[in-house]
């Protein structure tokens, strides 16, 4: 099963557009191993999201020892849910190539992040993966996506809209998504009227103030569905006590509720 039928399926049998991104910061953390923060996660949501995303900086940090996390908590999500692994990669061709295969076929990740700074040959190697999801960074969620998202290029088009046309222009195999901020509803409104059939990574809700309402209405497509709305501080750490789980679960599904809405009201 590829990316595309796997995010589907689950998003229909559980109802839900809520990605929660795994980022584990032991600042935020109740006292409990990492590992057995992330499982108690899972446990506790894994009926209420369309994917999870791990962001492979959390784990990197912890050297070794947190890639050994990393592992465990990929084979600990149910094999019906698609893992998102943010690790936003991008190089020349032959490095591009060694993260791919890092990414595909050592963590097994079903979808990647990657960074298009430097053309299609850092993304081609990531594409091959037809089975694979692969969303290029286009329009991200934090403030200074403005120093150079928004420039101006010869074409009159702002780089962000480039980004655009080109993940649309390189998608001959359908695997091609975009990560688009939430915190830029109009931004991504013009995204979607671009790509009206490609799968966006939508992040920024929670913490860094996006628009849920805006988020789903600009975010998914004529049929309400491809689009991932990601959540992780808010729900990661509802609670620093040990009833941390359940008060992850219970914003889970009050946001996931809220999704539901949004499309109705749609």
């Avoid at 057995?36 to 996660?41: D, L, V």
């Avoid at 490095?95 to 963590?107: D, P």
């Avoid at 222009?169 to 509803?185: A, K």
């Amino acid at each position: 099963m590829n990316f595309t039928d796997k995010l589907l399926n689950t998003s229909r049998k559980n109802k839900s557009l809520l990605c929660i991104g795994l980022d584990p910061n032991p600042d935020f953390m109740p006292k409990v191993d990492i590992l057995e923060f992330n499982t108690a996660i899972i446990d506790a949501t894994s009926d209420l999201v369309c994917a999870y995303k791990p962001n492979l900086a959390f784990y990197e940090a912890l050297g070794i020892e947190g890639l050994t996390i990393l592992q465990k908590t990929i084979k600990h999500i149910p094999a019906r849910i698609p893992i998102i692994g943010d690790a936003k990669r991008g190089d020349i061709g032959n490095t591009a190539k060694a993260y791919a295969r890092a990414l595909f076929s050592t963590f097994a990740f079903d979808a990647a992040t990657v960074n298009p700074y430097l053309g299609f040959d850092s993304i081609e190697p990531f594409i091959s993966y037809q089975d694979k999801g692969i969303f290029v960074l286009c329009r991200t969620s934090n403030p200074s996506a403005i120093d150079f998202q928004n420039l101006r290029c010869p074409t009159g088009l702002p780089l962000y809209e480039m980004v655009a046309n080109k993940a649309k222009e390189w998608n001959v195999y359908g695997n091609i998504g975009l990560v688009v901020g939430s915190t830029y509803p109009e931004e991504l409104k013009k995204i979607r009227s671009i790509c009206p059939e490609m799968c966006l990574l939508i992040p920024g809700i929670g913490i860094q103030g996006g628009d849920l309402t805006l988020a789903v209405g600009y975010g998914v497509d004529a049929q309400g569905k491809n689009a991932i709305i990601n959540v992780s501080r808010r729900i990661l750490y509802a609670s620093r006590e040990r009833d941390f789980a359940q008060a992850a679960r219970n914003t889970a599904e009050s946001i996931r509720n809220q999704i539901n809405s949004c499309l109705k009201a749609k």
